[in-house]
T-cell receptor, first 115, second 117 residues
Framework: DTGVSQDPRHKITKRGQNVTFRCDPI?????LYWYRQTLGQGPEFLTY????????KSRLLSDRFSAERPKGSFSTLEIQRTEQGDSAMYLC?????????????FGPGTRLLVL | AQKITQTQPGMFVQEKEAVTLDCTYD???????LFWYKQPSSGEMIFLIY??????QNATEGRYSLNFQKARKSANLVISASQLGDSAMYFC??????????????FGTGTRLTIIP
């Protein structure tokens, strides 16, 4: 069990550019979540997948954001035409259903800075 | 209304002392789960402890315990014998609706804990 991994750990981009982040969940977990965390705040839910199906999307996920999990394993989060307000930490988590806790285990996050 | 409220933006505690981090929550759902996470400066959210709404006893995990007062809708985290490595941000979070309910976690704004040698 190597934990949740995210790549890249840091990303600096210019406004208007597209960026893509990757998340690899814990291998036996079939649920995968994306959160966004801005400075001084707790994480905010963006979307989640069960296997390859995207089951819920937050209103925070504007049409510039798209998330995929094509084979039910890793996931990507793409932001098109980035804006300075997109600067944040993007956190991925995974969980395994069927337990009472269904604890979400988080990755190290990707810090995005939009200049 | 805020679903999770953490009223202590920052706390300073002497090493080896116990510390209580406050968390109150708001839900009308009878089935919910409460979580505490630790976030060091590296950014990763580390799961600490879980309390289910139907659990009869307060949760404990090593030096962490959760003081669950359902009627008051509070779920305070207690860290015993604090260590320098406990310095971090601490977040309280809630999942509503039980196993078949809403999957997302709602987080509070966090408490920054600093342990003083």
């Amino acid at each position: 069990d190597t934990g949740v991994s995210q790549d890249p750990r840091h990303k600096i981009t210019k406004r208007g550019q597209n960026v893509t982040f990757r998340c690899d969940p814990i291998s036996e977990h079939n649920r995968l979540y994306w959160y966004r965390q801005t400075l001084g705040q707790g994480p905010e839910f963006l979307t989640y997948f069960q296997n390859e199906a995207q089951l819920e999307k937050s209103r925070l996920l504007s049409d510039r954001f798209s998330a995929e999990r094509p084979k039910g394993s890793f996931s990507t989060l793409e932001i098109q035409r980035t804006e300075q307000g997109d600067s944040a930490m993007y956190l991925c988590a995974s969980s395994s259903p069927g337990t009472s806790k269904e604890t979400q285990y988080f990755g190290p996050g990707t810090r995005l800075l939009v200049l | 209304a805020q679903k999770i409220t953490q009223t202590q933006p920052g706390m300073f505690v002497q090493e080896k002392e116990a510390v209580t981090l406050d968390c109150t929550y708001d839900t009308s759902d009878p089935s919910y789960g409460l979580f505490w996470y630790k976030q060091p400066s590296s950014g990763e959210m580390i799961f600490l402890i879980y309390q289910g709404s139907y659990d009869q006893q307060n949760a404990t995990e090593g030096r962490y315990s959760l003081n669950f007062q359902k009627a008051r809708k509070s779920a305070n985290l207690v860290i015993s014998a604090s260590q320098l490595g406990d310095s971090a941000m601490y977040f309280c979070a809630m999942r509503e609706g039980g196993l078949l309910g809403n999957e997302k976690l709602t987080f509070g704004t966090g408490t920054r804990l600093t342990i003083i040698p």
